[in-house]
């Protein structure tokens, strides 16, 4: 391996340890596609890899939508929003603002809403605070603010108290960044926590990067930030969501707690007036979504998540996995050691097993936290989570002592 030093060489040699074994750049060699299987290197597999945790992408709805604006509106519509917006965008916001509760602007991308967002709204006499697993992207963003930057132990809220009473004197308003949903371990924003800090410090802003738990949970699918943070939390909070993972289409979605700053960010929000715009078909598929979002329908599609992720959390359970936490989201991540290699050929071998799920290691965790990370989507059956389990107990189960039992929530500090 790469001396430590030469960081991109480091994840370029751990690259090829994953290609190498085929869980690494793998491709999809299906001709259509269902939802729940891939075929990877000729072998038929249950797609546990899926950040679409609610199935829209295969909604019949979506793909209408998405196809009838093809025929109305063609492929693209390249112009900057600045100067004009194809004709779709006023009812997709309209519809997203209904949908989150507060004023919404579409973005590109959720990248390219923190990258709009952050530097607009925080100032010179403004301090970041960042969690240490918030998103890369917000970190990236952040770079481009004139702002001090303090990096905060992952959801440690006392360690943030102090920070926010120290800082509240020499700056006019203190950032905290976070994620309402956790994309690696699968962990929650401490919500009730926060609320309290939001009341008790005025200065104290909080900015969400919630991309991994709209649609599958809260309110007409608002996400985890939005459902529980308090009223005057929310007044002093930014969330930036993905249209792209659970929302079934793509791009982004920034939401703010008045139009003032909405319209700051849309108009002062360099991607804003440089990047391109989302395709009109994309935006079709957006309103479409959102609608439905809206619906009675929307309520059964989450509960028919949750009731996976529950059987998920019994099935592990009852078999000793070493979980990270017990939390009830999508995102199920299972340590399997400490060496690249060897979580590599854990995901390998569930691959023969019938099973296609995520290796994480560096960069993405610490290496001595490398694990599979086990996305549970409405398109997978009983018999799939079942199955799953059981694949990964039996290939652990040669390399764990056998009085080892699950990890539990103290490896989310480890």
């Excluded at 709009?116 to 006499?125: F, W, Y």
Aim: with cysteine.
């Amino acid at each position: 391996m790469t001396a430590v030093d030469d960081p991109s060489q480091v994840v370029m040699d751990i690259f090829s340890i994953g290609e190498a074994l085929g869980v690494i750049h793998a491709s999809a060699e299906d001709e259509q596609l269902d939802g729940r299987i891939v075929t990877v290197d000729g072998r038929r597999t249950v797609n546990f890899s899926s950040c679409g945790y609610t199935g829209l992408e295969m909604h019949p709805a979506l793909k209408a939508a998405v196809a009838e604006a093809v025929h109305r509106y063609g492929t693209q519509f390249s112009s900057t929003r600045t100067f004009l917006s194809s004709p779709q965008y006023p009812a997709a916001e309209a519809a997203l603002t209904e949908m989150f509760g507060r004023p919404t602007a579409i973005s590109a991308s959720t990248s390219m809403g923190n990258m709009s967002a952050i530097p607009t709204l925080v100032g010179a006499g403004d301090v970041v605070l960042l969690d240490s697993q918030v998103h890369r992207s917000v970190r990236m963003a952040v770079k481009l603010a004139d702002a001090p930057v303090h990096a905060i132990p992952h959801s440690d809220v006392d360690v943030l108290e102090r920070r926010i009473r120290q800082l509240s004197e020499q700056y006019d308003r203190v950032w905290y960044m976070a994620d309402g949903l956790y994309s690696m371990f699968g962990d929650f924003l401490p919500a009730k926590e926060l609320s309290i800090l939001a009341e008790r410090y005025p200065k104290l802003w909080l900015y969400v990067d919630d991309a991994h738990s709209i649609s599958w949970t809260g309110r007409h699918g608002r996400g985890h930030a939005l459902e529980q943070l308090s009223p005057t939390a929310l007044q002093k909070t930014v969330m930036i969501a993905s249209l792209n993972k659970s929302f079934g289409i793509a791009g982004g979605a920034m939401t703010f707690p008045d139009d003032a700053m909405r319209h700051r960010v849309f108009s002062v929000g360099w991607p804003m007036i440089f990047s391109g715009p989302v395709p009109p078909p994309m935006l079709a598929g957006i309103l479409a979504s959102a609608r439905l979002h809206l619906s009675a329908e929307h309520s059964a599609v989450q509960a028919r998540v949750l009731s996976l992720i529950r059987l998920f959390n019994a099935e592990a359970a009852a078999h000793r996995l070493p979980v990270v936490n017990q939390a009830e989201t999508p995102i199920r991540y299972v340590t399997t050691g400490n060496t690249v290699e060897g979580v590599c050929l854990v995901g390998r071998r569930l691959q023969e097993a019938g099973f296609f799920v995520n290796t994480a290691s560096y960069p993405a965790v610490p290496v001595k936290r490398s694990g599979i990370r086990i996305a549970i989507t409405a398109h997978q059956t009983e018999a799939d989570v079942i199955g799953l389990v059981q694949a990964v107990a039996d290939i652990l189960a040669s390399d764990r002592p056998a009085d080892e039992g699950i990890a539990g929530e103290a490896l989310l500090s480890a």
